[in-house]
């Protein structure tokens, strides 16, 4: 059973405009969540991150947004490069470890 | 190198045999973490590490031993390989803290025939 899902497994955006990249939690226990980004034959990098005690957490073109209520986080990425092109990973803490969700592959077309 | 190194990059094995995947990091971070990666999946966590000698299973122990003697190695064996074990693995470390970043070796690739 997934604690942590990314419904959608692709994505197509112009470069330009905005990507949205959603994810849902299930475990009311995870206080901290991030957002990881992976390109082909590397490891994941950390991008964002934000504490359940916020809902909102900017860096650059990249912004998170948390809504605990709905168990809901989404990335916004403005504008949107085509070097953004690569999978994304939401990930949240409980305890000493990450629960990552499945991934969702970004393409943003130029 | 500086960072993070997983050796080797790729690995063709057989079912049964012993394989030994290997980390490396060169921050003295006390943390460290290894990861299999699995389309539909995201990355599962498999064994942690806080310190030297003291390690903890993950998501997904099965079929895998790890130690930690050093600070700095953290190595995963898979002691009679199986299909299901043909995965990417990638290590990770971090600074004691939960809320520090974990920063990923660039995987390995382990294909069990």
């Known amino acids: 059973d997934q604690q942590v899902k990314q419904n959608s497994p692709s994505l197509s955006v112009q470069e330009g405009r905005i990507s949205i990249l959603n994810c849902d939690y299930t475990?009311?226990?995870?206080?901290?969540f991030l957002w990881y980004k992976k390109y082909p034959a590397e490891g994941p990098t950390f991008l964002i991150s934000?504490?359940?005690?916020?809902d909102k957490n900017e860096d650059g073109r990249f912004t998170v947004f948390l809504n605990k209520s709905a168990k809901h986080l989404s990335l916004h990425i403005v504008p949107s490069q085509p070097g953004d092109s690569a999978v994304y990973f939401c990930?949240?803490?409980?305890?000493?470890?990450?629960?990552f969700g499945a991934g969702t592959i970004l393409r943003v077309k130029s | 190198d500086a960072g993070i190194t997983q050796s080797p990059r790729y690995k063709i094995t057989e079912t049964g045999r012993q394989v030994t995947l290997m980390c490396h990091q060169t921050?003295?971070?006390?943390?460290m973490f290894w990861y299999r990666q699995d389309l539909g999946h995201g990355l599962r966590l498999i064994y942690y590490?806080?310190?030297?000698?003291?390690?903890d299973k993950g998501e997904v122990p099965d079929g895998y031993v790890v130690s930690r003697s050093k600070t700095e190695n953290f190595p995963l064996t898979l002691e009679s390989a199986t299909r299901s074990q043909t995965s990417v693995y990638f290590c990770?470390?971090?600074?004691?803290?939960?809320?520090?970043?974990?920063?990923f070796g660039p995987g390995t690739r382990l294909t069990v025939l």
């Open positions: 990770a470390s971090r600074t004691s803290g939960p809320y520090n970043e974990q920063f």
């Open positions: 475990n009311s226990m995870f206080d901290y």
């Open positions: 934000i504490s359940s005690i916020k």
């Open positions: 990930a949240a803490l409980y305890g000493n470890k990450l629960v």
């Open positions: 921050w003295s971070h006390s943390y």
């Open positions: 590490s806080a310190a030297a000698d003291i390690t």
